[in-house]
């Protein structure tokens, strides 16, 4: 079973930018498409971006042009560069291997704790 540890999360102002970490246990990553999701108080899960195995990227509407993903499959880890951020990016945001390419697609492995990012002035 995979493991994933998120990281770098904290308060930030509007404007502002954060970069998040994923590391994940086991060395399987590389075959996987890998996301990010975010859940803000009494929404859904979302998938906001994934990075195929292959190398593709693709972005929720409400983040495309802010936020980057890229992983390192040598170190097991994926990330996300945030700028330009907002106070409706406020949310706890966590890593996995999607089951599709959708926003509410379900993830392959179980949760990890995830990381709080808090957008505010």
């Known amino acids: 079973q995979v493991q994933f540890v998120e990281s770098g999360g904290g308060l930030v102002q509007p404007g502002g930018s954060l970069r998040l970490s994923c590391a994940a246990s086991?060395?399987?990553?590389?075959?996987?498409?890998m996301g990010w999701y975010r859940q803000a108080p009494g929404k859904q899960r979302e998938l906001v971006a994934v990075?195929?195995?292959?190398?593709?990227?693709n972005y929720a509407a409400s983040v495309k042009g802010r936020f980057t993903i890229t992983r390192d499959n040598a170190k097991n880890t994926v990330y996300l560069q945030m700028n330009s951020l907002k106070p409706e990016d406020t949310a706890v945001y966590y890593c996995?291997?999607?089951?599709?390419?959708?926003?509410?697609?379900?993830?392959?492995?179980?949760w990890g704790q995830g990381t709080q990012v808090t957008v505010s002035s």
């Open positions: 996995n291997a999607p089951s599709a390419l959708n926003d509410y697609a379900a993830p392959i492995f179980d």
């Open positions: 086991g060395s399987i990553l590389s075959i996987y498409a």
């Open positions: 990075a195929t195995s292959g190398g593709n990227t």
